[in-house]
């Protein structure tokens, strides 16, 4: 049985939400590229108070939650909901009944960004309350229109609040206001009316303005913008580091070039596979973390690198970049080489770069020219690469 004191955040999130737009609910659809409903679950999981999450989905959509939302340990599985989300709820709470919480934060699926602030408030005022709802205040002037658009009167204001979720119950509480609500045939737009029509007294406490609601595909847009612009201030810190590479021309009937192999005459001298391009690359991320270079991570004398492709080199730095909680903003690599011609190879190497930093093709440039018949180059007696990366990590990320 769960503990006196437990918390379980049921997650309503079995509407089509077709005002959204899109072929799929809006509840999976991506904010800043991640589901909208794997962000309000994460919400309540990494809360300390909340003991598990229970999501109700609709019918169909067994396979876009499982996709969607990772199954974590405080997890329960979902339950398919009804048509009314009134009768979601209910389908919700029957569930919980079998192994009941002590209080149950009722929460709308589409709403992702309900902060722990509010959650802290709505469990505290349930410390004295059967029923609390966050609420803010209506600061616009409101009217009453009809069906065709006329006016009928300006409705004071004083007093008037927004109701949002999680909205907060004593178990016993809600599921019995809910099964009442449900033998009258009523239909309510919250929890928090069921709760009034029961007869359960309703406590308001403040809500929280960004934590909206999204419905329609503007909103979905909104978040979008929101949520990546939070991301890019979270990653303020910018760097950009630079890398150079070269190898000598040697035996051998292909090169590997930005980890793609190319027939040529020749083959390029070097302890790994000698991928001038992948090496600047590597280099480059190396030194915009400020973290030595390739052959200090992967030196020559180490056998283990022998014949090395250097793809590994590459996701290795990228891994580092991850492990600051930073992200690849922009590769861009110059090849200089008389031969083999690189424009064919082009893209070829951008979508391979982009695999194998997991970013994409547009964030990744590949250029080349020749040196004009001057220098080692020119003499086609190795191939040279210069590269720049730039990275994004977060204010005071340590190696």
Same mark, same amino acid.
């Given at each position: 049985?769960?503990? @006196?004191?437990?918390?379980?955040? +049921?997650?309503?999130?079995?509407?089509?939400?077709?005002? *959204?737009?899109?072929?799929?609910?809006?509840?999976? #659809?991506?904010?800043?590229?991640?589901?909208?409903?794997?962000?309000?679950?994460? *919400?309540?999981?990494?809360?300390?108070?909340?003991?598990?999450?229970?999501?109700?989905?609709?019918? $169909?959509?067994?396979?876009?939650?499982?996709?969607?939302?990772?199954?974590?340990?405080?997890?329960? @599985?979902?339950?398919?909901?009804?048509?009314?989300?009134?009768?979601?709820?209910?389908?919700?709470?029957?569930?919980?009944?079998?192994?009941?919480?002590?209080?149950? +934060?009722?929460?709308?699926?589409?709403?992702?960004?309900?902060?722990? *602030?509010?959650?802290?408030?709505?469990?505290?005022?349930?410390?004295?309350?059967?029923?609390?709802?966050?609420?803010?205040?209506?600061?616009?002037?409101?009217?009453?229109?009809?069906? $065709? =658009?006329?006016?009928?009167?300006?409705?004071?204001?004083?007093?008037?609040?927004?109701?949002?979720?999680? #909205?907060?119950?004593?178990?016993?509480?809600?599921?019995?206001?809910?099964?009442?609500?449900?033998?009258?045939?009523?239909?309510?737009?919250?929890?928090?009316?069921?709760?009034? %029509?029961?007869?359960?007294?309703?406590?308001?406490?403040?809500?929280?303005?960004?934590?909206?609601?999204?419905?329609?595909?503007?909103?979905?847009?909104?978040?979008?913008?929101?949520?990546?612009?939070?991301?890019?201030?979270?990653?303020?810190?910018?760097?950009?580091?630079?890398?150079?590479?070269?190898?000598?021309?040697?035996?051998?009937?292909? !090169?590997?070039?930005?980890?793609?192999?190319? @027939?040529?005459?020749?083959?390029?001298?070097?302890?790994?596979?000698?991928?001038?391009?992948?090496?600047?690359?590597?280099?480059?991320?190396?030194?915009?973390?400020?973290?030595?270079?390739?052959?200090?991570?992967?030196?020559?004398?180490?056998? #283990? %690198?022998?014949?090395?492709?250097?793809?590994?080199?590459?996701?290795?730095?990228?891994?580092?970049?991850?492990?600051?909680?930073?992200? !690849?903003?922009?590769?861009?690599?110059?090849?200089?080489?008389?031969?083999?011609?690189?424009?064919?190879?082009?893209?070829?190497?951008? #979508?391979?770069?982009?695999?194998?930093?997991?970013?994409?093709?547009?964030?990744?440039? !590949?250029?080349?020219?020749?040196?004009?018949?001057?220098?080692?180059?020119?003499?086609?007696? =190795?191939?040279?690469?210069?590269?720049?990366?730039?990275?994004?990590?977060?204010?005071?990320?340590?190696?």
């Amino acid at each position: 049985m769960n503990a @006196p004191s437990s918390v379980t955040a +049921l997650i309503v999130a079995a509407g089509r939400g077709m005002r *959204a737009g899109g072929d799929i609910p809006k509840q999976y #659809q991506l904010v800043a590229g991640i589901p909208v409903l794997a962000r309000t679950v994460e *919400a309540f999981l990494a809360h300390p108070a909340v003991s598990d999450v229970q999501v109700v989905i609709g019918a $169909e959509d067994q396979g876009a939650y499982e996709a969607a939302v990772a199954q974590k340990s405080r997890m329960r @599985p979902s339950v398919v909901g009804q048509d009314s989300r009134q009768g979601s709820v209910l389908a919700g709470l029957r569930v919980l009944s079998s192994n009941a919480p002590d209080r149950v +934060l009722i929460h709308d699926g589409a709403r992702p960004f309900a902060n722990a *602030a509010l959650i802290d408030r709505v469990i505290a005022a349930l410390q004295h309350s059967d029923a609390v709802v966050p609420t803010l205040p209506v600061s616009s002037t409101i009217k009453a229109v009809d069906g $065709e =658009g006329q006016v009928g009167a300006t409705i004071p204001r004083d007093g008037l609040h927004a109701a949002e979720t999680p #909205q907060g119950f004593r178990f016993p509480v809600i599921l019995a206001a809910h099964e009442k609500a449900a033998r009258s045939g009523l239909q309510f737009t919250d929890d928090a009316a069921v709760a009034e %029509w029961a007869g359960v007294p309703v406590r308001s406490v403040p809500g929280e303005p960004g934590n909206i609601k999204l419905t329609t595909a503007g909103d979905i847009a909104m978040a979008d913008r929101r949520m990546t612009m939070e991301a890019m201030l979270g990653l303020g810190d910018i760097r950009i580091g630079h890398g150079y590479d070269v190898h000598a021309f040697g035996s051998g009937t292909f !090169v590997t070039l930005g980890g793609v192999v190319i @027939p040529h005459d020749a083959g390029l001298v070097g302890h790994s596979d000698a991928d001038v391009a992948l090496h600047a690359l590597t280099d480059a991320i190396f030194g915009a973390l400020a973290d030595g270079d390739i052959g200090a991570h992967f030196p020559p004398s180490d056998p #283990q %690198w022998k014949g090395a492709p250097s793809d590994r080199f590459l996701a290795d730095a990228v891994r580092r970049v991850s492990d600051r909680g930073g992200i !690849v903003a922009h590769l861009d690599v110059s090849i200089l080489a008389e031969a083999p011609r690189i424009g064919p190879h082009r893209d070829a190497m951008r #979508q391979r770069i982009a695999a194998i930093c997991g970013i994409d093709i547009d964030r990744v440039g !590949v250029k080349a020219t020749t040196n004009e018949g001057l220098g080692f180059v020119g003499r086609c007696e =190795g191939i040279a690469a210069h590269a720049a990366a730039t990275i994004r990590l977060p204010f005071g990320a340590k190696a």
